[in-house]
Structure formats: C-alpha cells, structure tokens
C-alpha cells in the first residue's frame, strides 16, 4: 500500500470508529457499508448523519486489503451493507472472523442482472434506486420501529435518483452520436454507458489490480482510432501514465479523470449524487 493510501486508511479508520461509537452511544442502528458509495446511498435511505465504510475514500475495494480492525468494526455493526458480485471478495473471511451472529447483511446486486460478471452497477442511478430499495427494506427489518422514517427519507432520495436519470440522459444528449466511444481505466462503465447511449470500446486494466502487458495496450491504441475514440478516461486513485500513453499514440486524445469505485475528499464527489453528476460533466466536456 502507498503511503497515500496508508495515510487514508488510518484516517478512515479513525473516522469509522468514531462514527460507530456515536452511534452506539446514540442508541441508533450501527450501520456499515462496504465502500463509500454504497455508504452513501445508505445515508440517502436513512436520511440521517453520514454512514461509515469499510474501504477508504480513494481505495479500490477490487483490491483492498483488509486490516485488523475491520474485524472489530463488524463485530459491534447491526447491518452491513455490501455490493456482492464478487467486487468485495476479501469480505466473507473478514465478517466470519468478526463473529457477530446478529449482524444484517443486505447485498445490494442479488437478483439483479449482473452481466459478465461485472459487479459496477451501481454506475447506472436506475439500478442505484434498486440498491436503495434494498437498503430501505433492510433497515426496516432490523429496525422496525423507525419504518416509517426509512420509507419517507428512501422516497425523497428516490426523487433524487429519479432526476439525475433524467439530468445526466439530458447532458449526455449533447454529444454529438459520432464522439460517444470512450477507452476507461477498468470495466466500471458498462452499465452507465448502456444506461445512457455511450459505447466503451476498452478498458486499459482488464483485470483488476493486474498491470496490463504491451499487446493489451497496442490493441487499446489499434482500437482508438479504429473507432475514433475522442478522449482516454483514468481513475484519481491511480497513475495516468497507461492512459497518457494510449492518449498520445492514438493522435494526441485528450485525457481526463473520473470517479466510480470510490467518492472523493473535495465536496463535489462527497456524495453519490455528486460523484455521477461530476463524471457526467467530466464525459460530456471530454467527449464534445
């Protein structure tokens, strides 16, 4: 782990602890998510202060290595919220050595359709809303009490949800139909780009965590102007380097960064909502 990365795991860790025990000195249900996405849909069906997530803001949970007191923060949490599709594979030896026989878990892609194994979906705010669905009916079951509150609070985040469909399918609208090809980091795009009418012709890491060999790259580059590819798309959290090269071999693309796995720290990408919305301008700019 880089020393950034070390650095925002301790941070984390000690706003993730802090946040559980207000919780618990609160009386509220300890609510925990898996990677700060989810944790903030979360935060939209609670409709309260901000939920705590396992893997840092910045952190990829494809390949997150679980520290030791994970164990302690899902041994004291009530629900756990996680996306399944294998995304967080590490997860299922953390929870059985955390040994909470009463923790909730709701597993936010079951029963939805899960294509190629890809596990992104929360990319596309239609399939979000299903999350949120999820999470609400969770809460409720482990919290019935406060039904009522979860199902008001869920329903205006809904309304959200439901207009960002329809902000984002608007500004996506403006690229002209010829420039709407984008190459990404890794495969996290499919289930926006279907949503919203963009075609991912490749991704420079195939295999999460796996540097990609030279062959990979050279078909990358054969495939960006083959398909006239206006713009390379990184991740913040990793280097730009893969990217700047395809970019340039390709005729000089412009590349530009976007968030999928992991929010951000400045205030924009706090939050799903924001995240999407930040992208979608992020594409709309690169792309026209």
Same mark, same amino acid.
């Given at each position: ?5 070390a650095?925002?795991a301790?941070l ?11 919780q618990?000195?609160?009386g ?10 989810? /944790?903030?849909?979360?935060?939209g069906?609670?409709?309260? /202060? ?9 952190i ?5 290595q679980p ?17 399944g599709?294998?995304l ?6 953390? &929870?059985?050595?955390?040994a909470?026989?009463r923790l ?13 194994g ?5 990319m ?21 009490e406060s039904?009522a509150?979860y199902?008001?609070?869920?329903a ?5 949800? &439901?207009?960002?469909t ?25 289930y926006?780009?279907?949503r919203?009418?963009l075609?991912?012709?490749?991704? &420079? ?6 540097e ?12 960006a ?5 206006? /713009? ?6 990793y ?18 960064f976007?968030?999928d ?10 939050t ?7 992208d ?9």
């Amino acid at each position: 782990m880089s020393l950034f990365r070390a650095a925002a795991a301790l941070l984390a860790l000690a706003s993730l602890s802090a946040c559980m025990s207000s919780q618990r000195s609160a009386g509220r249900l300890r609510v925990l998510a898996t990677t700060s996405t989810l /944790a903030s849909l979360t935060q939209g069906a609670m409709g309260s /202060a901000r939920i705590p997530s396992l893997v840092p803001i910045g952190i990829s949970p494809e390949d997150y290595q679980p520290i030791p007191s994970d164990i302690a923060v899902l041994h004291e949490a009530d629900l756990l919220v996680e996306n399944g599709a294998q995304l967080e594979s590490w997860l299922d030896q953390t &929870i059985r050595n955390a040994a909470n026989p009463r923790l909730r878990i709701v597993v936010c892609t079951d029963g939805l359709p899960v294509i190629n194994g890809n596990p992104h979906l929360w990319m596309d705010p239609e399939y979000a809303r299903r999350y949120v669905s999820k999470i609400r009916d969770a809460l409720i079951a482990a919290d019935p009490e406060s039904a009522a509150a979860y199902r008001t609070a869920s329903a205006a985040y809904d309304r959200q949800l &439901i207009a960002l469909t329809a902000r984002t399918r608007a500004k996506i609208a403006t690229i002209p139909p010829a420039h709407r090809t984008m190459i990404v980091f890794h495969n996290a795009w499919h289930y926006y780009a279907r949503r919203f009418g963009l075609k991912v012709v490749g991704a &420079i890491e195939p295999i999460p965590g796996a540097e990609p060999n030279p062959s990979h790259i050279a078909d990358l580059i054969r495939l960006a102007r083959s398909e006239h590819v206006q /713009a390379v798309f990184a991740e913040h959290e990793y280097s730009d380097k893969l990217a700047l090269t395809v970019a340039s071999s390709a005729g000089g693309l412009r590349v530009a960064f976007l968030y999928d796995d992991s929010l951000g720290i400045v205030p924009a990408v706090q939050t799903y909502i924001g995240m999407i919305d930040t992208d979608t301008d992020t594409i709309v700019s690169a792309l026209k």
